[in-house]
């Protein structure tokens, strides 16, 4: 029988995303009759099934952040910042007795995803109750209800590997067998929730009617996207057809995972890929390019600079198609805003937040292209061995580093986004209360200079700068400060051409017209150049190797920061070859008129099989004799 069981909503406190909406918190309200009674109660309940949305883009809860290969830090743990969660992930030290951000139980910063799974079990149960909700509210919130649980069996599946799938919540009078729950095969957990997308996108709005206050839930194109990213993630070598996973298997002696390569599911992710993107085109998406509003005029390249800042940090803007959690951005872009200005004292650099600690590393800087669109190392007008030795900028150079300034020679003749994305010795910084481009910011970032290694604190470790994640109406002053925030992309645009890229060349024997559009189309809005055979920097008749690497590096460049790298590592099966180099920057001195740039290691990154998946609490497992633990843990 169907539960009718006392809910208590003080359980949920303190999990909000940090949507728009969602500071709207329900009441502890004793039954789930007084839930349901009326439509604002039942709303609420609906926000409460929002509120366990991972908070994407805030460091310390989203590892994808910063256990990667991206970024690095100076320090775990200072006066002006603490990280002992993804911090201690990245340097091995996650474990099976207290997982670090763990998303099971909701320890450790992470959230308790599967109480979230029962809020909208609860809500999918009940909302047919409202007596004042009118018959399309009902099946379009039951609709958002089911995506959401969708997309936290996903996220966990992702984390974890095989999960439980909760179908239905257990009822309070159920035996000892049915509350010990067994861990699903992935295609059968990824068959559940794709049909749980299925069945409610024809009840979800194309766009967002009410913008002021329902920005952030989910839509027609989310839903797609979502389906889209699963069937992707499914298809790639990680859970389609991995061997290593051989001998973990459920307690019927079945393997977890399909043990036979089946190239049929880059076909699914393929075209969900597509059913997404032409969704999200006739809802309004599309690729962001900035237009100047402003009085003041501004150069071509500032102009392209900005599109490719602000497709990230721009609010709601065209490119996003499901965005939330906007509660870490703000300390977000303290960690990537470095100090601008020599004259202040270190409390000024603390009480005015200018932090810069969340330091790129010296690989995502390696990894852009050169301005004719491809990597340094096979640019044969691009002098790659000698990178690390310095030149001096001219006035031709003016719009991305500080003429007359001296800087290494990698830093010179890189694609429009390498501007964008990064901060370094001697860049550019526009905005931060500089609105005309002939009077920017630069950063000097040599030892005792502004921007540069001052002390033992605050300070970036590598010598650059995530300027991407940082909006350029932010006004750091010494008098005040003003931060503000933006919902960080769960999906926006590019990231579904990227796939739907790769899902095709996968699925095909060498890479078709519609794989190299996807990825001409991206490098056409970035501002890559279409030499003289159009093709911006592709080589032509790709073999599928090729073009897979292509697709990678771009995916690298064009999501840069924005937590999917952490994943695709895993999902492309190569991450025990990205983490046995070190992470590396650059120790940047000058001692007169010379100025050195001397690669460093920041970080020996410890990585095996077993941490391709987080482990269960062993306490989960302890007191559940059907819940087999993650091989290794």
Known sequence: MKTKKIFNFLLLLGFLSGCDYLDIVPDNLPTLEMAFNNKSSAERFLFTCYSFVPEHGKIGTDPGMDVGDEVWYYSDNSADYSNKTTFWIAKGMQNSNEPLV???NGTQWGKAMFVGIRDCNVFIENIEKVPDLSAYDKETWKAEAKVLKAFYHFWMMRMYGPIPIIKENIPVSAGEDEVRVVRDKIDDIVTYIVSLIDESVEYLPLNIQNEAAEMGRITRPAAKAIKAKILAFVASPFFNGNLDYANFKNAEGEPFFNQVYDNEKWTKAADACLEAIQCAEEAGHGLYEFVNMSSTQLSDETILSLSNRCKVTERWNKELVWGCGQSGIRDLQVLCQPWLESNYSSDD????????????TLAVAETFYTKNGVPMDEDKNYDYSKRYTTQVATEADKYYIQPGYTTAKLHFDREPRFYATLG?????????????????????AKAKQASGKRGDTLYSITGYFAKKLVRYQNAMVPASIQIETYPFPII?????????AEALNEYLSSPSDDVYNAIISLRKRVGIEPGDDEMYGLK?????????????NERRIEMAFEEQRYWDIRRWRIAEEVFEKPLEGLNIQISGAITTYNKINVLSTIFDIKRYFYPIPYSEVNKNKNMVQNPNW
């Not at 002939?438 to 950063?443: A, C, P, S, V």
């Open 102 to 104: 763990d998303y099971w």
């Open 349 to 360: 650099r603390y009480h005015n937040a200018r932090n810069g600690t969340f330091a790129p």
């Open 540 to 552: 032509k008749s790709m073999s599928q190797a090729e073009m897979r690497s292509v697709i990678q």
């Open 492 to 500: 926006r645009l590019a990231d579904l051409y990227l796939l739907y």
């Open 424 to 444: 370094f010795d001697g860049s550019s910084w526009y905005g931060i209360g500089k609105m005309d481009d002939n009077d920017m910011w630069y950063l000097q």
